[in-house]
């Protein structure tokens, strides 16, 4: 016989934890209580191109938005970093199989699966690439979490052809979801206005590269899309000194990154929607 309570009280979950929570919401759902689901959590794992302008936390806003349901992002990352050094030191592996993400996406140190003599002197071998890719593939799907691959931007049409048919390729070979910007440099030529690379460099993610990928990655994951309108995205800034380190996840990190909030009005949104490749419906003012 099931007892029924008045209230839960249900304090941070630990890991562990996780099994007796599902637990107590089938005890809650035979009392007839009203259940709330847990935030679904999606880990990226890279370097500096994906913490520049926090791009998994724009992502994370966005598919909260596009759902309706709070969607969270961990981040594994630091500039320069290989899948493999990620793969060798076992933290995403670990991550995964405590079962808190539903997906996984990993993008690739700058470039390197174009697999050009040229990434040698970085340190890069595309073998040892590819089956680190494999392997944190596995290990996501062994823990019920979709894998993908996100790719790498390139100025250039020949060159950025030539990567994003890799990329495809290494994605179909590991059953992982592939998100291709073999388009950027017809989008950097279409909107050469826009803040497409970092201000500083040239060379990092900008402010709109960043919201690209992010919301390419929430159209491979769930096919939707924010709805259109102006929009206010809060952004830690990880450049510099403040930048992740390799070992912990960024959000257990004291790195005191300043926040910034990034405005965009309802026509500008609707612009980056599309470039994404996610259409909506016109706003009406």
Known sequence: MIECVDEFAAPGLSRRGLLAGAAS??????????????PERVLFVGNSLIYYNDMPGQFAQLASMALGRR???????????????????GLVQRELSSGRYSALVLQEFGGGLSCSPGMLKFGFSCETSHAAHAELAEAARAAGARAVLLGVYRQHTGSAAELVAKEAELARQIGALHIGLGDFPQLLSMHSDWAWLDPEDGQHPGPDLSLLMALRTVRALYARAPRAGAIALALHD?????????????SMQEVGAAMIERRLDAEEFAQRLRAAGLERPAVVR
């Open 25 to 38: 919401a089938v005890l809650l759902s035979a009392c007839g209580k009203a259940i709330k689901p847990p």
């Open 238 to 250: 990880y450049r510099g000194r403040e930048s992740p380190s390799l070992d912990r996840l960024a």
């Open 71 to 89: 969607v969270e992002a961990e981040m594994l990352a630091r500039g320069g970093a290989h899948i493999s050094h990620h793969a060798k030191l």
